[in-house]
């Protein structure tokens, strides 16, 4: 497979965080509220389709964490994490094993406070507003910040199309009509280029897919609810080398379109996907900078260290 090396990105300077808010893991949140306001809706509501310009005509990151902190009860995963994450653009998370990658990535789309004993400080924006907000849907979050996860996680009960199609049932307004949904799915595994492998079987079971497959079918299911971010969690730890190939072909093509956050333990696979690689030690981000700069010229002697092998 060969892919063009990622044009050197700048980076800008980041802004202040805004202050710190404590959010427990047992607070009820509450549908957003409706507003007479079109921008406030759509931040609300967390339905915006384009990247916000403020006044001073400076986009704003399609996702964002502002001194963000990540417990496991008491013990600090994820330790005053500031970072910005660019539309449509790709960003490897890498470092050592218990660094806290996984944990970063579960806190962008509220799936953090889904474990028992967890919290979270600090702020994650997207699209400039805070979705820790107390009038912030997680659910509603989730369709437009899409995860998958290192194991494929299809819905084993479900049919092909039924498990792409599992995310409209939860949109506002319910399921859209069957013909409408079955265009959605065919799109959507189109994307993955699954379709034709599956495009005679849709009633089957997703379990019958190999594990290749079954990753992909997991990438369309999130894909189907058409997300502005997605997030991956070392999706192909479990594949074999050709399943590895096409899940990495489909995040550099998806990069047009959509914002992706991938974790890998693979540094040559940040290298050959990512526009910026960013290295976590100890919960904490030691440095995020253009992929090929962070391989060959790290600002950090931490950084050269793992990436050469002396730990991790």
């Given at each position: 497979m060969t892919m063009p090396v990622p044009e050197p990105i700048r980076e800008t300077s980041h802004r202040p965080p805004p202050p710190r808010v404590t959010i427990n893991a047992d607070v009820v949140r509450t549908q957003p509220a409706a507003s007479s306001s079109p921008d406030q809706s759509e931040a609300s509501g967390l339905v915006a389709s384009a990247t916000v310009v403020p006044k001073n005509g400076n986009?704003?990151?399609?996702?964002?964490?502002?001194?963000?902190?990540a417990y496991f009860g008491s013990h600090p995963a994820v330790r005053d994490v500031s970072v910005d994450f660019r539309d449509r653009e790709v960003t490897a998370i890498i470092g050592p094993?218990?660094?806290g990658k996984s944990t970063l990535l579960r806190c962008l789309n509220r799936m953090h406070e889904t474990l028992p004993a967890t919290r979270v400080e600090g702020a994650v924006l997207f699209r400039g507003t805070d979705i820790y907000a107390r009038e912030v849907n997680p659910i509603a979050l989730r369709r437009h910040v899409g995860m998958v996860f290192q194991r494929p996680t299809p819905f084993p009960t479900m049919s092909i199309r039924d498990n792409v199609a599992a995310g409209l049932r939860v949109r506002d307004g319910g399921e859209p009509?069957?013909?409408q949904t079955d265009a959605i799915v065919e799109r959507a595994l189109r994307r993955t280029a699954l379709w034709d492998e599956v495009k005679d079987r849709l009633k089957q079971s997703a379990v019958t897919l190999s594990g290749g497959q079954q990753q992909r079918?997991?990438?369309?299911?999130?894909?189907?609810?058409?997300?502005?971010?997605?997030?991956?969690?070392e999706p192909t730890a479990s594949l074999d080398p050709l399943s590895t190939q096409k899940i990495e072909e489909l995040v550099y093509e998806l990069r047009s379109e959509v914002t992706l956050i991938i974790v890998t333990?693979?540094?040559?696979?940040?290298?050959?996907?990512?526009?910026?690689?960013?290295f976590l030690l100890a919960g904490e981000l030691v440095e995020i900078s253009p992929t090929s700069e962070l391989f060959t010229a790290p600002s950090d002697p931490r950084t050269e260290a793992y990436i050469t092998g002396r730990f991790g």
């Open positions: 986009a704003v990151p399609t996702l964002a964490a502002k001194g963000l902190h094993s218990g660094c009509p069957r013909a079918l997991c990438v369309a299911r999130a894909l189907a609810t058409e997300p502005a971010v997605l997030l991956l969690d333990h693979n540094m040559q696979q940040a290298a050959r996907v990512s526009d910026r690689t960013a």
